[in-house]
């Protein structure tokens, strides 16, 4: 089937990004977005491309010359499910916060709503694309769905995972390591995967799309997430042993990812992974495991996350422990809030757990992120109900200028790899502190010799 017209359910980091590469890529096809939030999607059809509700570097210009011509946002799910070939579901997938496996599976409301709803209006054969991150078999679940409720019509299930990461979604979708497609192996199957690698492959070489069974293709991702975690808790597992040792895990990185085997990325020691997925993922694939009785299994994932919570609280305590054991009262500086740079996304990023910990300390935290607006940060922090909102505010203090931010600190806590802050005035910084001025480089991005020449007392993770 020749595809002229798709639909994204979801206008979320993966819906709005994805969906404008392909219009951009695909000016032949007519590409709806629609999502129930009004006010996103109101962003997303700001005249002003600085108002779209995602910031990532390269998307304001994709969107700015698809938007109008074959890519549209909408309210109107009803109308875009209709008429559309291919229907994509990437809706959000959170971990569940209620009932059986609260804290650990995924919460699947969202997706079994969006496939009633394609049930109840389709009424010619759709193709049903999982662009979310799901359990493995969930197909089995909407194609149970779709059949029991629709109106007779026939409907395909494709599993076809996102990999892109946020800071990097616009070049991760315009050259991705590889697209991945999974579908059924019948003959209706085949024809359906056989549409989605001809969407694709307007600017993917087809080397580079991968077809597999339902089954693999969703688990794939799960397993990609766990990998990648598992790499970054791997190293800063080390990064710990290396303050005690004196070797510097910079150096450690350095050496084992030389080995072709290994290889050199994502083995960046910091304060912790954060994003909206890894934890997510993971917890969600512990649970699967468990759900089949494999407890080994489960507990070998799950101590990624061990892994992980324990390297943020473990900068907490330094701070603290640094600071003659007590920061109540003192300005303690964060310079970023973002889960990392180039993103304006704050879910699940260290920042919130370490500020946490810091306030419980009676410490008053100064925040400057480039991207991050006062609003989300208290936001972020209400949402782990550890005190009331007024408390959370007093507590936060939230500037527009980094050098105001650092003013009469007594330490600074770099959370977020932002380029800029190692471009920074250290000097100008270091005047305006109190004595000693402290540093903690939750990401090593600082000049660690100019920063101690200056006279700060500096910190990174595992050296
Ligand atoms: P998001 O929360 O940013 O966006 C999801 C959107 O879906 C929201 O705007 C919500 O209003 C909308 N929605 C929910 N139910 C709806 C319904 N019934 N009808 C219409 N709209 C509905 O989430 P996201 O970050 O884009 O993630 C979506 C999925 O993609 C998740 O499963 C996630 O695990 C996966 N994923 C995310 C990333 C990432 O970098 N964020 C990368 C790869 C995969
Ligand atoms: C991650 C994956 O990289 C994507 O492939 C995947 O599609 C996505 O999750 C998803 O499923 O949501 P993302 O979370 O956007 O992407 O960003 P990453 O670059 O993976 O960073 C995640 C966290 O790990 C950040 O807090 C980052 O600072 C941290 N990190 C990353 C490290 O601490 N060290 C590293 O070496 C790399």
Known sequence: MKITKICCIGA???????????????????????????????A???????????????????????????????????????????????????????????????????????????????????????????PVRTAEAIK??????????????????EFLAEGTAVQDLLNPDRILIGGDSTEEGAKAIQSLVDVYSNWVSIDKILTTNVWSSELSKLTANAFLAQRISSINAMSELCEKTGADVNEVAKAIGMDSRIGAKFLKASVGFGGSCFQKDI??????????????????????????????????????????????????????????????DTRESAAIYVADDLINENAKIAVFDPKVSRKKILADLDYLESRNAENNANAILSFEDPYEACKNAHAIAVLTEWDEFAQYDWQRIYDSMQKPAFVFDGRNILNRPALEKIGFVYQGIGS
């Open 12 to 42: 979320g980091y993966v819906g709005g990004p994805t969906m404008a590469v392909i219009a951009q890529k695909c000016p032949q096809i007519q590409v709806t977005v629609v999502d129930l939030n009004e006010e996103r999607i109101a």
């Open 44 to 134: 997303w059809n700001d005249e002003n491309l600085d108002n779209i509700p995602i910031y990532e570097p390269g998307l304001d210009k994709i969107v700015g010359e698809a938007r109008g011509r074959n890519l549209f946002f909408s309210t109107d799910v009803e109308k875009a499910i209709d008429e559309a070939q291919v229907i994509f579901i990437s809706v959000n997938t959170p971990t569940k916060t209620f009932g059986k496996g609260k804290g650990m599976a995924a919460d699947l409301k969202y997706i079994e709503l969006c496939a009633r709803q394609i049930a109840k209006i389709a009424k010619d054969d759709k193709i049903v694309v999982e662009k979310s991150t799901l």
């Open 144 to 161: 149970s769905i779709l059949d029991n409720t629709g109106n007779g019509v026939q409907f395909q299930i494709l599993s076809n995972p």
């Open 283 to 344: 917890l969600n694939l512990v649970y699967i495991a468990k759900s089949y009785g494999l407890n080994e299994v489960a507990d070998y994932w799950e101590q990624v996350i061990i892994m992980n919570d324990h390297q943020k609280r473990r900068f907490s305590s330094k701070i603290v422990q640094t600071l003659y054991n007590t920061v109540s009262d003192k300005k303690i500086t964060f310079l970023g809030w973002a889960f990392k740079k180039d993103t304006n």
